[in-house]
């Protein structure tokens, strides 16, 4: 992706966002979904290593390569013109190859990319026994990564450092190990597996301190170590966006799979037809009329 000077670079758009309110991002891990998601009025959108892993059949330990994960990217940004965070898990290696993600999130399209302090092969936030690398060392990838922002978009693009040390070390060490990544040059901290939005309130009011402008994200994950907890609950603890990573795909597995039972018990979707999608609205999500010129969508030079 080029950014031209009339184009502005979706990082700025987000930053721009962020700074009037916390905005909701739904992950995305098709195009088709990312359609769906700004559909519905979103302002951004999420790509979700562990969505996109899972989509590919495969679990969220670090299987997919930097080309796959931008493939994505690309698919999900020309699909639907709003300014995306994407995960990047721990970099796909160290200083050249983290550098070279940084470069290739943006001009896959991507807003931003987050980074976080596990030792690869990583585990799920959520999961217990994760481990993580010295503070110092994931500091020196932050800033790292923080050259190349400034480098390929002037500094636009977002660098957001996810720490799990609440899980490992404590709350307090997360906190620490956060402002150390703000120091390194980090927009945007990540705090991973908080378990109340107290200890999500506590973590913002430390890092709002020792940095006011830093940007935080807050994780709506199911079936994890956080409490369902509402956007504007996080809005008012301080935090700048929430992604909700997995909601779309285990909403559409979890519909497929039920589908897949009866259609094995009765061998008829007729029970299903209520649940599906009908062939009108698929079109016209699509922007697509039967005999008339499709044009594709948010074209990128």
Not at 190 to 208: I, Y
């Amino acid at each position: 992706m080029t950014i031209t000077s009339t184009q502005q670079h979706p990082g700025a758009r987000l930053r721009s966002l962020m700074q009037t309110k916390c905005i909701g991002l739904p992950g995305a891990f098709n195009a088709l979904v990312a359609r769906a998601v700004a559909d519905a009025g979103f302002e951004g959108m999420y790509v979700s290593g562990a969505a996109v892993t899972t989509s590919c059949g495969v679990p969220d330990i670090g299987l997919l390569t930097l080309n796959e994960f931008t493939h994505i990217i690309r698919q999900v940004t020309q699909a639907a013109d709003l300014p995306t965070i994407a995960d990047a898990d721990t970099g796909f290696g160290e200083a050249e190859t983290l550098i070279r993600t940084v470069w290739e999130y943006h001009r896959a399209g991507a807003a931003g990319l987050h980074i976080e302090d596990q030792v690869f092969p990583k585990r799920c936030g959520h999961l217990d026994d994760k481990a993580l690398i010295p503070t110092d060392a994931f500091a020196d990838k932050v800033h790292r990564a923080a050259q190349a922002r400034d480098a390929c978009s002037n500094g636009d693009f977002i660098i957001c450092a996810r720490t799990d040390a609440a899980g490992v070390e404590g709350l307090d060490s997360a906190i620490d190990r956060a402002r150390a990544y703000l120091d390194a040059g980090a927009d945007m901290i990540f705090p991973e597996g908080l378990h109340s939005l107290d200890d999500f309130k506590r973590v913002a009011d430390a890092l709002k301190s020792h940095k006011p402008d830093a940007f935080l994200l807050a994780n709506m994950t199911e079936f994890g170590k956080t409490p369902i907890i509402p956007l504007a609950d996080f809005a008012a603890a301080g935090y700048s966006c929430v992604i909700w990573p997995v909601t779309t795909l285990r909403t559409a597995m979890g519909a497929v799979t039920r589908m897949l039972r009866n259609l094995h018990a009765t061998g008829s979707v007729a029970a299903d037809l209520d649940d599906m999608q009908p062939r009108s609205e698929l079109y016209r999500l699509l922007g697509y009329t039967p005999g008339r010129e499709w044009h594709y969508p948010n074209p990128r030079s």
